[in-house]
């Protein structure tokens, strides 16, 4: 079940991300230059998806109908990457949201979580930062 799990997503990742434009918004394209640009940033979401499991609240309870499920990527979009970036080796940015639904132990009921990261990409691979909340469909910065 995990590996069908992590090959969905991973499919889903390569499919969407294939399809950004520096904007955010989607075109068509997503040839060998786009695929290596965004090499590994499956891995990335992933690992997310791993640490918001260990570390998040609403993943605290193994209680049989308590636990974390359901994760799902909302959106993906690119962001532009400044020239300064770029000379400093930065060849992308991704900002992604991802929601689940989870327990929320102290008031007793199921809840809805929700998280919003950037991902740079640099001379030493993939980097991982918080982001403020974003909407949801787009990835445009509320």
């Known amino acids: 079940m995990k590996t069908l799990v992590a090959a969905l997503a991973a499919l889903m990742t390569t499919a ?18 786009e695929q290596e640009k965004f090499a590994g940033i499956d891995q990335q979401i992933l690992q997310w998806r791993k640490d918001i499991l260990a570390t998040d609240p609403l993943c605290r309870s193994q209680a049989e109908g308590e636990k974390c499920t359901g994760f799902e ?12 970036e770029q000379s400093a080796g930065v060849t992308a940015h991704v900002v992604a949201a ?9 008031f007793k009921h199921a809840q809805s979580g929700m998280r919003a990261v950037e991902f740079t990409k640099g001379r030493s691979g993939w980097t991982r930062t918080d982001h403020k909340p974003v909407n949801p469909q787009t990835c445009a910065d509320l």
């Open 16 to 33: 969407a991300l294939s399809a950004c434009s520096p904007s955010g918004s989607t075109s068509a394209g997503g040839g060998p230059a």
């Open 73 to 84: 990527v909302a959106c993906k979009a690119e962001r532009e990457v400044a020239p300064a």
């Open 98 to 106: 991802m929601t689940w639904n989870g327990f929320d132990e102290k």
